[in-house]
């Protein structure tokens, strides 16, 4: 399983971006995808999930109302649009799969944790870095 991130980069605050999120080899029905961030210095958080079968959508509460995450299913591709961004958005962006009912990656997005586990290996990541 690999897990191929982009979309990431500089912008100002009030601004937007839209990540993507390519999974190699691999399809994401029966899993949830996850989007995590890491800022330097920090510890890696959870900020939004979805469910491949229903769509259902968790996001951490520093996001809620500004980011977005949505999965193509026919492209085997998700993506977390990105609006009103703060500085405090900077930061690496990973995405994470587990499989459903995906309690481990949903409660990590909830707490906006790190997962206890992680059901693929870390990608690259995409820098994200906002500007004030």
């Known amino acids: 399983v690999q897990l191929v991130e982009s979309g990431g980069g500089l912008v100002q605050a009030g601004g937007s971006l839209r990540l993507s999120c390519a999974a190699s080899?691999?399809?994401?029905?029966?899993?949830?995808v996850g989007w995590f961030r890491q800022a330097p210095g920090k510890e890696r958080e959870g900020v939004a999930c979805?469910?491949?079968?229903?769509?259902?959508?968790i996001y951490t509460d520093s996001v809620k109302g500004r980011f977005t995450i949505s999965i193509d299913n026919t492209k085997n591709t998700v993506y977390l649009q990105m609006n009103s961004l703060k500085p405090e958005d900077t930061a690496i962006y990973y995405c994470?799969?587990?499989?459903?009912?995906?309690?481990?990656?949903?409660?990590?997005?909830?707490?906006?944790?790190?997962?206890?586990?992680?059901?693929?290996?870390w990608g690259q990541g995409t820098q994200v870095t906002v500007s004030s």
């Open positions: 994470q799969v587990d499989p459903l009912p995906a309690i481990n990656l949903k409660t990590s997005v909830l707490k906006g944790t790190a997962p206890f586990r992680s059901f693929a290996s």
């Open positions: 979805i469910s491949s079968r229903d769509s259902n959508t």
């Open positions: 080899g691999f399809t994401f029905d029966g899993y949830a």
